[in-house]
T-cell receptor
Framework: DADVTQTPRNRITKTGKRIMLECSQTKGHDRMYWYRQDPGLGLRLIYYSFDVKDINKGEISDGYSVSRQAQAKFSLSLESAIPNQTALYFC??????????????FGPGTRLTVT | GENVEQHPSTLSVQEGDSAVIKCTYSDSASNYFPWYKQELGKGPQLIIDIRSNVGEKKDQRIAVTLNKTAKHFSLHITETQPEDSAVYFCAASIGTGTASKLTFGTGTRLQVTL
């Protein structure tokens, strides 16, 4: 089984709808992240969480919210979806223990289309 | 905040040739520089990383070099193979504590032709 899973893998929704993307991990990592990927723009950080009680905004948090339900679960919500939120969304985890650094492990992604 | 620029955006090489992807960063406090490979339909996967106390690191056919003075680092792939075709991302990070976030480059699509 994959260490980082995302559901759904694909979603088409209409403008104004609320949508939630879910991420689960079995790696036992405290840190979790949500990224958005757009062609030519790379990966941009939306929100990140260093533990269950810690939630932080990334560089593009407007229009998004998150919930860290447990160490293993981190959800991303679009309260009122708009077409320019059409993108590929990735969840990632990391564990800074041991030798340090910040290797991140990514899920398979959710392709979201807002019409 | 940190800004990472990556070039080229696309790169086509013949099988067996070498490929080089370059990145520059803006924050001199950055001290961790990973490279990720993203295959079609998958999430990015770490292939090699380097820390600021090291100038070069090799792992079989891939190597990364870091020039702290110039604030740039590069990925080198030798003897390229078709399975090297993918999108590659560089990234930079400061520290391992609360400031530990990755800033990614915009990606390079590498195509290895037969």
């Amino acid at each position: 089984d994959a260490d980082v899973t995302q559901t759904p893998r694909n979603r088409i929704t209409k403008t104004g709808k609320r949508i939630m993307l879910e991420c689960s991990q079995t790696k036992g990592h405290d840190r979790m992240y949500w990224y958005r990927q757009d062609p030519g723009l790379g990966l941009r950080l939306i929100y990140y969480s260093f533990d269950v009680k810690d939630i932080n905004k990334g560089e593009i948090s407007d229009g998004y919210s998150v919930s860290r339900q447990a160490q293993a679960k981190f959800s991303l919500s679009l309260e009122s979806a708009i077409p320019n939120q059409t993108a590929l969304y990735f969840c990632a985890t990391s564990d800074p223990g041991g030798g340090g650094g910040n290797e991140q492990y990514f899920g398979p992604g959710t392709r979201l289309t807002v019409t | 905040g940190e800004n990472v620029e990556q070039h080229p955006s696309t790169l086509s090489v013949q099988e067996g040739d070498s490929a080089v992807i370059k990145c520059t960063y803006s924050d001199s406090a950055s001290n961790y520089f990973p490279w990720y490979k993203q295959e079609l339909g998958k999430g990015p996967q770490l292939i090699i990383d380097i820390r600021s106390n090291v100038g070069e690191k090799k792992d079989q056919r891939i190597a990364v070099t870091l020039n702290k003075t110039a604030k740039h680092f590069s990925l080198h792939i030798t003897e390229t193979q078709p399975e090297d075709s993918a999108v590659y991302f560089c990234a930079a990070s400061i520290g391992t504590g609360t400031a530990s976030k990755l800033t990614f480059g915009t990606g390079t699509r590498l195509q290895v032709t037969l």
